[in-house]
């Protein structure tokens, strides 16, 4: 099965990292499996000039990659903002496209978007990222129906995983250790290609945490707000 993920450096999603992606590539040659970095800026209109002549045919395209920037809104400056919706949201709608009009998905291959809980219960410490990864679950939606009976399309609403993202955009760090890991979730990823499923929630946490945010959105927004915006207190994480 080949399998082409963006932001593969660390966690669910890093910043690239030559460095650590040169090192997550040793890491997998030496369990077996082959694999072939591409370092690319995903923040750059044309970043698929020189990525997509690159690109062999995939069985799963995974929109892995994302990025942050937390405290108010008008506190953070826009060039960052921006930078936060080319890569969680242009991106992969870009790079997605052009993996389907040039055909390098195989026939009954997957699309995975990987996108957040914030799409059920808010993210007012980040209403960028929060908009961002909506507006990814919303896209993938909608392109599921349009591709109705061709490709499978998944959708991944993970809960708090212990990663370097999570470690430094977290208002308090107090129960990382009870965070899922990414190993767990890449498994329940997996699984859920394997058996074709549309949306996926890693853990029963996960799921309790979207239907509050489905049936009870007053009460998940105050719960967000004093977690993930009043916890800042003013500061802005970059």
Not at 23 to 52: K, M, N, V
Not at 106 to 112: C, E, F, Q
């Amino acid at each position: 099965m080949n399998i082409l993920l963006t932001g593969a450096t660390d966690g669910i999603g890093l910043d690239f990292d030559l460095e650590r992606s040169r090192q997550t590539e040793t890491d997998l040659t030496a369990q077996g499996f082959s694999s072939r970095f591409i370092q690319t800026d995903l923040s750059q209109p044309d970043f698929l000039a020189e990525l997509l002549p690159q690109l062999p045919p995939c069985d799963v395209l995974v929109n892995n990659a994302g990025i942050s920037a937390v405290g108010a809104f008008a506190a953070l400056d826009w060039p960052r903002q921006q930078r936060v919706l080319d890569v969680n949201l242009r991106a992969p709608i870009q790079l997605t496209n052009a993996i389907l009009k040039n055909k390098l998905l195989k026939p009954g291959g997957s699309l995975v978007f990987i996108s957040s809980l914030s799409h059920y219960v808010g993210y007012p410490g980040a209403v960028i990222y929060a908009a961002s990864k909506d507006g990814l679950a919303t896209y993938a939606r909608n392109l599921r129906i349009s591709l109705k009976m061709q490709n499978h399309v998944l959708v991944v609403f993970p809960g708090p995983t212990r990663t370097t993202h999570a470690h430094r955009y977290s208002p308090d760090n107090a129960r990382e250790s009870k965070r899922m890991s990414p190993e767990t979730l890449a498994a329940q990823v997996f699984q859920a290609v394997q058996r074709r499923r549309e949306k996926l929630f890693p853990n029963p946490a996960a799921w309790l945490m979207g239907m509050v945010g489905l049936w009870f959105p007053s009460l998940a927004e105050r719960v967000m707000k004093r977690a993930l915006f009043d916890a800042l207190n003013g500061r802005t994480l970059t």
